[in-house]
């Protein structure tokens, strides 16, 4: 989908897309670290963003859909918290290198070869003792899983990730559950989450 698409899907929803409550992974990944800069890429809504900023982090956050990026600013104004918001086609975003404690990328969905680009934008923007944070649904969801997209090209493995990440050093590539609630019953999504840091200089 491109930007004039998810500016339709978020302008015809009367309310956020996504929840307002940030990722699960994100929160048990990003709690423990000392907050300091933060830039979130692709980041819809700004659920994430926001919810780093309440935390202390100074966050950018990034999104090519206007429309998404205008919720986040109001997300943000009613939380009380700032967050610089930029609109940006993440493939060709490239955040300032080594000047990000935590770069975020968190379900964003595209062919191997932009996906790969995203990834180096944010290996280079990590700066040292800096972390990288990737979630998003995972390849095993199409069979063993539920929801998310159905397209196999974009779906992520932590095998993939990790390989578009050299030079960090990993600190966690799995496959994770989460529960979700799908006609009053829970079952399972499927997510990679991969957690990978540079090393301090």
């Known amino acids: 989908m491109d930007s004039s698409a998810w500016d339709e899907r978020y302008a015809s929803a009367p309310e956020l897309v996504w929840t307002a409550e940030p990722n699960r992974f994100v929160v048990r990944e990003v709690t423990g670290l000392t907050p300091g800069r933060a830039v979130d890429l692709a980041a819809g809504e700004g659920r994430n ?22 919720r986040g600013r ?6 009380g918290v700032t967050v610089d918001w930029q609109v940006g086609d993440v493939t060709r975003y490239a955040p300032q290198a080594d000047s990000f404690d935590l770069v975020l990328i968190a379900y964003l969905h595209l062919p191997a070869t932009d996906r790969d680009t995203v990834l180096s934008h944010a290996r280079a923007a990590v700066r040292p003792g800096g972390t990288v944070l990737v979630v998003g649904h995972d390849l095993a969801n199409l069979t063993g899983g539920t929801g998310g997209p159905q397209d196999p090209d974009i779906l992520l493995t932590p095998e993939a990730v990790t390989g578009a990440l050299s030079g960090l050093r990993i600190h966690r590539a799995e496959t994770a559950r989460r529960p979700v609630d799908v ?19």
């Open 49 to 70: 963003a926001v919810w780093l900023a309440r935390q202390g982090w100074r966050v950018t956050a990034v999104d090519f859909s206007l429309v998404a990026v205008e």
């Open 183 to 201: 006609d009053g019953r829970t079952v399972d999504a499927l997510d990679t989450v991969v957690v990978a840091r540079r090393d301090a200089a």
């Open 74 to 79: 109001g997300l943000a104004r009613d939380s």
